[in-house]
């Protein structure tokens, strides 16, 4: 019998939806390098979250107090102020390091959430990934370079919002298992805004009309880019739409080039290589351990017709859908 997996119509609208949000968000990227030459990194994250969140007034008008209802307010306090943090990282890395250089940095993401996931979560995580995690740390090593005479503190600044950005997604991991997609990220931009607005007051300058337009912009291309990206998780494999996302990095430097002549040297390329290509690895090894627990899951608890056969049981699955390590040798019936 035939799976039923994702048509290639399917595929194909998720490829385009996830170049789609690449673009968008390689532009939002630009366009925060670009501002932040003239305002101050702490006031266009405010802008940014201001109009982030005014797509979302129409859902909490339609919703009311029983749309924002939550029993773990503490725990969206804490994903809104790590949320912030990275954001405050991202927003000044940006102001004073080549874009392309911070994008090949922030595709640590994953990386980094692995480890999180094994300390905070105790997800188990063993030899295969751990060696995908060490060179992805080798790749962010050879971009940033902090024991060599090109050492960036902008560089740093992105590994470190990276970091606050993994934090953030290990308290959404959590939040998505009683609250609502909707109800996490109003409840961000609830925070989030009031939270950036003070310290953008203390470096606050009046926007001029251009200035106010490329912001709004940014925040357009921001959520355009979060749209295409959520429809293009849906339409096809998220392990596979992934690969994608990493067109981020050349539309950044092209477009990065264009506007500011900047060029990406030859240890940024290497080492987004790296990063790359172990980001992919742990996305991969995340979709086929996803696929196994759902084909443990509809594994019979109870013994099979054969009485001869050794019934699978909660305490035996485990071997059938071992993670990184070598196949567990397969039990015979006994005779």
């Known amino acids: 019998m035939q799976s039923s997996g994702p048509t290639e119509n399917n595929v194909l609208r998720g490829t385009l939806l996830m170049i789609g949000s690449a673009f968008c968000m390689a ?17 266009a994250a405010f802008f940014r979250n201001l109009f982030g969140l005014l797509p979302m007034l129409p859902w909490i008008l339609s919703h009311g107090r029983d749309g924002l209802k ?12 790590l949320g912030l943090g990275a954001m405050l990282c991202l927003f000044s890395a940006l102001a004073m390091t080549p874009a392309a250089q911070v994008i090949a940095i922030n595709f640590t993401l994953p990386i980094l ?11 188990v995580v063993r030899a295969r990934r751990w060696s995908a995690v060490a060179i992805g740390f080798v790749g962010a090593m050879v971009i940033i370079r902090p024991f060599g005479q090109t050492f960036e503190t902008g560089a740093i600044l992105a590994l470190v919002a990276t970091l606050f950005m993994a934090c ?3 308290t959404v991991k959590m939040l998505s298992q009683t609250d609502s997609a909707n109800t996490i990220v109003t409840w961000m931009g609830l925070i989030m805004t009031p939270l950036s607005f003070l310290p953008a007051l203390y470096y606050w300058q009046t926007p001029t009309l251009w200035q106010l337009g490329v912001l709004v912009l940014m925040g357009a291309f921001a959520t355009a880019g979060q749209q295409l990206l959520v429809r ?6 998220q392990s596979y739409v992934m690969i994608f996302d990493f067109l981020r990095l050349p539309f950044v430097a092209v477009m990065a080039f264009i ?25 991969r090894r995340e979709a086929v351990l996803a696929k196994q627990a759902r084909i443990e899951a509809r594994l019979p608890t109870s013994a099979p017709a054969d009485a001869q056969a050794i019934p699978v049981t909660k305490i035996d699955r485990p071997a059938l859908a071992p993670d990184d390590g070598a196949a567990a040798p397969e039990r015979k019936p006994d005779a």
């Not at 959430?113 to 997800?123: K, S």
């Not at 293009?232 to 494999?237: G, H, K, L, S, V």
């Open 27 to 43: 532009a939002m990227a630009v366009l925060i390098r670009y501002i932040t030459q003239e305002v101050h990194p702490f006031e």
């Open 70 to 81: 939550t029993e773990r307010f503490k725990l969206h306090f804490m994903r809104a102020a």
């Open 113 to 123: 959430t692995t480890v999180l996931a094994a300390l905070i979560v105790r997800e």
């Open 168 to 170: 953030a997604m290990t």
């Open 232 to 237: 293009a998780y849906r339409a096809a494999d």
């Open 259 to 283: 506007m500011f002549g900047e060029t990406v040297d030859i240890w940024t390329w290497a080492g987004a290589t790296l990063i790359i290509g172990s980001a992919l690895y742990i996305a």
